[in-house]
C-alpha cells in the first residue's frame, strides 16, 4: 500500500477538521455544474466481495485516466473506507455503497435503493453505528439461510459464510448461498420436498437446484434482508451530522421512476445529489438530460461515478474507457 493512505480510525483529530473543507469544496462544486467532470465517488475495490482491484491498481488506473480529480472507493456497507487523502494528485474522500429503504408519499410500497455517502467524517458515531447495524443484519441474514438450508439436511459453518458474504450486496447473499451449496442440497435430495420445484418436478442438475434453492431461500429471508437496508431519512440525517453528502447511485438500476414528484420528494427528504452519468446510462443521453432537468428544478446536484469494480485484465484501459464514454454521454446530453 502506498504512503498516505490510512483507514479510519487511524488518524488524529485536528488534522480530519483541517481536510473536511479541502475534499467538500470540489464535490459540491462538481454536483451543482453538471459540466465538471471530475470527480467520481463509484470506484469498487476488492474490499467488494464482487471486485477484484486492489487499491494501488485504482489509483493508477485513476491517474491514468487524467481525470476525475477526486475520487471515492465505494464499497458495499463496509467500514473499511479510505480516509481523505491525496495521492499523486488525486484527492480521496470517505465513500461508501449502502441499501437503503424508503417510503413514497401515496404509496404503501417500501422501496430499496443504493447510495452513496461521501465526504463524512470517517470518525463519525452515528455513521459508525449505523453500519455496524447493518453488519448485524448481514449476519441475521446469513443465520436465517443457515437455519432453511438445515432443513434440507445441509450444515455450514457460520464462520465460512460469514467472512466471504460480509462485503456482498445483500441482495447477492441468497444466490451466492445457494450456487455454493446446491451440490450438497444434490446430494441430500431425498430429503427435500416434493414441492421444493415450482414446476412440479424434482431438479436433478446443480444448476436447477441452485436456482430453485435460490428462489427458496431468497423468500424465505425476504424479512430478514429488509433488515439490512439503512431507512434513508435516518441516513441522510446521520450524513449529514458528519459533514457529509448523498448521492442516489444508478437510480435506473434502483427501479427509480424519472418522474418530478419523485425527485421532489428526495430533495424534501434531504438528498444532496443523483448519480445521473452511470454506466447504465450509456446510450440514453435523452433520460440523462432529463434527469439535469429534474434535478436542477428540485435543488438536487448531479455526480458522475464509473461503478468500477476491476477486472483482472486491461483494468486500466477499462476505466479510462468507461470515464471517456461517460464523457461522451454528458456532451451529448448537453447537447
Ligand atoms: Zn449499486
Ligand atoms: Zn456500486
Redesign the pocket.
Known amino acids: 500500500m502506498r504512503n498516505g493512505v490510512c483507514y479510519v480510525g487511524g488518524s488524529k483529530k485536528k488534522k480530519k477538521m483541517r481536510r473536511k473543507t479541502d475534499y467538500l469544496k470540489p464535490i459540491v462544486e462538481s454536483m451543482r455544474n453538471p459540466k465538471i467532470l471530475n470527480t467520481d465517488f463509484?470506484i469498487?475495490t476488492d474490499v467488494s466481495a464482487d471486485s477484484n482491484l486492489n487499491l494501488a491498481e485504482a489509483i493508477d488506473m485513476v491517474f491514468l485516466s487524467g481525470t476525475p480529480n477526486v475520487v471515492g472507493f465505494?464499497n458495499?456497507e463496509t467500514l473499511s473506507w479510505i480516509t481523505t487523502n491525496y495521492i499523486d494528485g488525486v484527492s480521496i474522500t470517505p465513500s461508501v455503497?449502502i441499501t437503503v429503504s424508503y417510503m413514497l408519499e401515496n404509496d404503501y410500497n417500501e422501496h430499496w435503493a443504493?447510495v452513496l455517502a461521501v465526504g463524512f467524517e470517517p470518525s463519525d458515531e452515528g455513521v459508525i453505528r449505523g453500519l455496524i447495524k447493518l453488519a448485524n443484519a448481514r449476519k441475521d441474514i446469513v443465520d436465517a439461510l443457515r437455519y432453511e438450508l438445515r432443513k434440507y439436511g445441509v450444515n455450514i459453518g457460520k464462520i465460512d459464510v460469514a467472512g466471504k458474504t460480509s462485503n456482498m450486496l445483500i441482495g447477492d447473499i441468497a444466490r451466492h448461498i445457494a450456487r455454493t451449496q446446491a451440490h450438497k442440497v444434490l446430494r441430500m435430495i431425498k430429503h427435500i420436498p416434493y414441492t421444493f420445484n415450482r414446476s412440479g418436478k424434482r431438479t436433478l442438475d446443480i444448476e436447477g437446484v441452485a436456482s430453485e434453492l435460490f428462489y427458496v431461500l431468497r423468500r424465505k429471508v425476504n424479512h430478514v434482508v429488509g433488515m439490512a437496508r439503512w431507512p434513508l431519512e435516518d441516513l441522510i440525517q446521520k450524513v449529514h451530522n458528519a459533514g457529509g453528502k448523498i448521492i442516489i447511485?444508478?437510480p435506473v438500476l434502483s427501479h427509480i421512476k424519472l418522474e418530478y414528484e419523485i425527485f421532489a420528494q428526495f430533495s424534501e427528504m434531504g438528498v444532496d445529489a443523483i448519480e445521473v452519468l452511470h454506466p447504465s446510462m450509456l446510450g440514453r443521453p435523452w433520460d440523462v438530460k432529463f434527469m439535469d432537468e429534474l434535478a436542477q428544478e428540485n435543488s438536487i446536484g448531479v455526480t458522475m461515478g464509473s461503478?468500477f469494480?476491476g477486472n483482472y485484465d486491461n483494468n486500466k484501459n477499462e476505466y479510462v474507457n468507461i470515464i471517456r464514454s461517460l464523457k461522451d454521454l454528458r456532451a451529448e446530453a448537453i447537447g
Open positions: 463509484h469498487h465505494a458495499h455503497e443504493h447511485a444508478h461503478d469494480h
